[in-house]
C-alpha cells in the first residue's frame, strides 16, 4: 500500500536527520498541537493539555523528530475517537531527565489480545482502526523513530475505555536561556473532496517539514480558516 511506503521514506528522512537542539518542551508540544488542531477542531474534538508535571521545561532533545511522533500519535487518537471527545496531551518529568508524553484518547479503545501486535509493520488491528482509511504515519514507524531517540512507547488501552499511548524520553536539561520557543511549522490547507487522495498530499508535505490541515469542500475551509 502506499502509506507503508510513504512511512518507509519518512522513516529513512529521519534517520538521515536526527539534530539535537534547545527546546522548551511546552513550547514544542503546543506548536504540534496548533499543527492538529483545525483537523481536531473540524471533528467535534478538542485537545486538552496537561504540563504541570514538568520541573525543568527547557532541555536539549531533537525536536523535529519529537514533533512527528506527537503528530502522529494525536491524529491517530483524533481519527480514532468520537465526535465529542477529547484528546489529551500529558508532559510528565519523571525524574531529572526521563520525559514521558502521554496522549490519551476516547476512543473505542483496542482488545487486550490485539495490543502486541499494534506496533507491528503491515499489521490493522480488528477494532474501530481497521475500518479507517488514513494514510497518516502508522504506528510501526512512530515507534522506530522513537527508538532512533533512544526512548520507548508503550499503550494501555481496553475495550470500550479508550487508550494511552506513552513516549519516555531522556533529555538533558539545557544550560542556557536561548531555547528554541516559538518555532511554528510551515502549514498548508488542502482542499480535496477525496478522503484518501487528501490525506496522500498530507503525507507528502509531511515529507518535507510542512505541516497540513483538510477541508472536504470550499464552506468547510472557510469555516477552519
Known amino acids: ?67 512527528k511522533v506527537l503528530d502522529g500519535l494525536i491524529s491517530n487518537a483524533s481519527e480514532y475517537s468520537p465526535k465529542g471527545s477529547c484528546v489529551t496531551i500529558k508532559v510528565v518529568q519523571k525524574d531529572n531527565s526521563t520525559y514521558e508524553f502521554n496522549v490519551i484518547d476516547e476512543g473505542e479503545g483496542i482488545p487486550y489480545y490485539e495490543v502486541d501486535r499494534l506496533f507491528e509493520p503491515f499489521e490493522r488491528i480488528q477494532d474501530a482502526r481497521s475500518a479507517a482509511d488514513g494514510t497518516h504515519m502508522g504506528l510501526s514507524v512512530i515507534k522506530s523513530i522513537v527508538e532512533l531517540m533512544n526512548g520507548t512507547i508503550s499503550v494501555k488501552s481496553s475495550t470500550g475505555k479508550g487508550s494511552c499511548f506513552t513516549v519516555r524520553l531522556m533529555l538533558k536539561a539545557a544550560v542556557s536561556d536561548e531555547c528554541v520557543t516559538d518555532k511554528q511549522p510551515a502549514m498548508v490547507l488542502i482542499v480535496e473532496d477525496n478522503q484518501k487522495n487528501a490525506e496522500i498530499m498530507q503525507e507528502f508535505l509531511a515529507l518535507e517539514d510542512i505541516g497540513s490541515d483538510i477541508a472536504y469542500n470550499g464552506a468547510e475551509a472557510v469555516d477552519m480558516y
Open 1 to 67: 500500500q502506499i502509506s507503508e511506503v510513504l512511512d518507509m521514506n519518512e522513516l529513512e528522512t529521519t534517520v538521515a536527520r536526527l539534530e539535537e537542539k534547545e527546546y522548551n518542551i511546552c513550547s514544542l508540544a503546543d506548536s504540534v498541537i496548533k499543527g492538529c488542531s483545525a483537523a481536531v477542531k473540524a471533528r467535534g474534538q478538542q485537545i486538552v493539555t496537561d504540563y504541570s508535571g514538568i520541573t525543568d521545561k527547557n532541555v536539549i532533545c531533537d525536536g523535529r523528530n519529537i514533533s
